[in-house]
């Protein structure tokens, strides 16, 4: 940004500003918003501030450590956020029009229905008229940054520059990213259900294991890109001319009748997505290797003794589910909800136990709050911001 655009200010006038904004949240008298437009607060360290809806048009936080921070509802417009740390922030519906934010961090913060379009800042100036304020890369840009698990669902991205942005495994849904240049950009795991990206460029991006269902392509690069393993919309199953509901039906008939009625079934590389019900469901030895169950409700499934290797349980909600002595080599659990969750030993009786194997599996951005890992194995298991308060890892098996 042009320096002579920008204002310092002293630490002690920023506490009043902060002080008379936290008054003003909690509606006491004499409190009022902050408006740190235009301020230079080049290396600021304020994690877990409150902003939201504060004033920060064309400010510069270049380098500020803002983790935790929240600026919901703030306007952030021409704002100079460039390697600045917003890891874990809020950002929901905040207006970040014009807004700089190359190499950024913002690993799991939350930009929900934030405005990310380009945009600048005009002043009026006597000798020469009207003069745009500019960063010294273009506005508009996320270049560089690390978005990785973070929640831009609804966002406005129109024309935003994101070139070897990462996104890996980002909620990106609803968001309107028509003719954004995302170039070299990582979507690896990305939810794009009902994103628009019509006329993106994504020359030499990668969506492997990323989530098309509903999205808009038209004009968009696809071929220049790495797809492998990409999820489109999920069609009906039929095995053998059986629904595959029935063959659920008949393998929850054998767990429940100790094996005298219905059949054990093998479902390996099964897209699951439209079954009708899996919550609370007595599926016990179910063998579904490669199988595909991304964001169902499996809220207190029992799924002892199971076999799901290399299964695709993103953003699944396995809250309370039974997973003692399952097999999860491999398997892709990111962002899944596990909280509660069983991922103990299954006891056979006579001393014999069969652990829980998350050998190599993915748990990047996971909620296991107060899960039960005991005698887990858990070798070159991915684990990067997973929620573990509460956790059991007794005699967990950890590389």
């Known amino acids: 940004m042009s320096a002579a655009t920008l204002q310092p200010l002293d630490p002690s006038s920023l506490r009043e500003i902060l002080d008379l904004h ?94 990310l379009r380009e945009g600048q800042i005009a002043f009026k100036d006597d000798k020469q008229g009207y003069r745009l304020m500019k960063h010294e890369r273009r506005p508009g840009e996320l270049d560089y940054a690390i978005l990785s698990g973070a929640d831009l669902s609804g966002a406005k991205m129109t024309g935003t520059m994101a070139v070897s942005t990462d996104f890996r495994d980002a909620n990106l849904s609803g968001a309107i990213m028509s003719h954004a240049k995302l170039r070299k950009a990582n979507l690896d795991g990305a939810m794009l259900k009902g994103t628009d990206l019509s006329g ?25 890109a790495d797809t492998t393993g990409m999820l489109d919309a999920p069609i009906s199953v039929f095995i053998d001319d059986m629904p595959l509901d029935d ?16 059949a054990r079934q093998t479902l390996h590389g099964i897209d699951f997505r439209l079954v009708r019900r899996l919550s609370r469901r007595t599926l016990s ?26 299964a695709d349980l993103r ?61 887990a194995r858990m070798i070159e298991t991915q684990t990067d911001n997973m929620r573990d308060k509460g956790c059991n890892y007794t005699l967990t098996e950890r590389e």
């Open 22 to 115: 936290t008054m003003f949240k909690a509606r006491k008298a004499g409190g009022r918003l902050a408006n740190l437009a235009y301020i230079d607060l080049t290396d600021i360290k304020l994690e877990g501030i409150d902003l939201s809806d504060a004033n920060l048009t064309g400010a510069r936080l270049y380098g500020a450590s803002l983790r935790d921070a929240n600026f919901m509802r703030a306007n952030l417009f021409g704002c100079d956020l460039r390697n600045a740390d917003l890891r874990f922030a809020r950002l929901d519906r905040a207006d970040l029009r014009g807004a700089c934010l190359r190499g950024a961090n913002l690993t799991a913060a939350s930009l929900l229905g934030a405005d």
């Open 200 to 224: 993106a460029d994504v020359t030499g991006a990668t969506l492997r294991d990323a989530v098309m269902e509903g999205t808009a392509t038209n004009g968009c690069n696809l071929r220049e």
């Open 247 to 262: 063959l659920l039906g008949e393998h929850e008939t054998w767990v429940k009748t100790g094996g005298a009625g219905g």
């Open 285 to 310: 030895t179910l063998s579904a290797e490669t199988s595909v169950f991304f964001g169902m409700d499996m809220q207190g499934i029992e799924l002892q003794g199971a076999n799901l290797a290399g």
């Open 315 to 375: 953003r699944c909600d396995l809250r309370g589910a039974d997973l003692r002595g399952t097999k999860l080599m491999g398997a892709k659990l990111a962002h899944a909800q596990l909280e509660g969750a069983k991922l103990g030993p299954l006891d056979l009786g006579g001393g014999r136990l069969i652990r829980t194997d998350l050998t190599r599996a993915t748990l990047s951005h996971a909620d296991l709050t107060n899960a039960d890992l005991t005698r």
